[in-house]
């Protein structure tokens, strides 16, 4: 019979969070994991497979977390509302008082030798967005509540690349103040 696990699954996740997006997936060995969460190494490939698995599930948590954030909150907002809070939730999450800095599935899926594997995600993650963006904007621009006329998924994929470009930003140490300002100024030209 097994033996029940002695550790909280959630806060290990949180610590291998943590240590990949300071590290990054290839800098990120597997003593800097065991440090992290605790665990001996027998007790996280037991728990969690190899370094890959454990990445997997690292994404899936994180993802769950965001996707939380995101979506419920802004679904009945008017359309200005709901872009404001959607990107000031970007840029808070991207620039905390400490840890690392930017956004982790960006890091994640555009660096290093083994961010193949999740390239997949992070194109899945932004194609999500995008259709909650553009909905919002098709809302906004019906509603005439925006007076933007542009076309909706061409809008949310430039607030999709400006918020790409917030993460950047945020890595190389932008204050949340500029990175908020620059923003807002994305998205009052998507609202017209």
């Known amino acids: 019979m097994a033996r029940p696990r002695e550790f909280d699954e959630q806060l290990v996740l949180d610590r291998a969070l943590e240590t ?3 590290k ?3 800098g990120t060995s597997v003593e800097d994991l065991v440090e992290a969460t605790g665990l001996g190494r027998a007790s996280l ?3 969690f497979g190899d370094k ?3 990445f997997t599930k690292v994404l899936d948590h994180y993802m769950t977390k965001a996707n939380a954030m995101e979506a419920a909150p802004v679904a009945n907002l008017p359309a200005k509302e709901a872009l404001a809070t959607l990107t000031a ?4 999450g991207m620039c905390p008082k400490d840890g690392p800095r930017g956004c982790f599935l960006s890091m994640a899926g555009t660096t290093g030798a083994s961010a193949e594997f999740v390239r997949d995600t992070l194109l899945r993650v932004v194609g999500t967005r995008q259709k909650l963006l553009a909905k919002i ?3 906004g621009q019906q509603s005439g509540e ?3 006329s542009g076309d909706p998924a061409a ?6 690349v400006m918020q790409q470009g917030v993460s950047t930003g945020a890595r190389a140490g932008l204050s949340q103040r500029e990175l908020a300002a620059a923003m807002k100024e994305a998205v009052d030209h998507v609202v017209g």
């Open 146 to 148: 925006l007076k933007s």
């Open 45 to 47: 490939y037991g728990a």
């Open 52 to 54: 890959e698995q454990l």
């Open 137 to 139: 904007i098709a809302r």
């Open 155 to 160: 809008l949310a994929r430039f607030l999709m």
């Open 89 to 92: 939730s970007w840029v808070s």
């Open 24 to 26: 990054g997936y290839d």
């Open 20 to 22: 990949f997006w300071s």
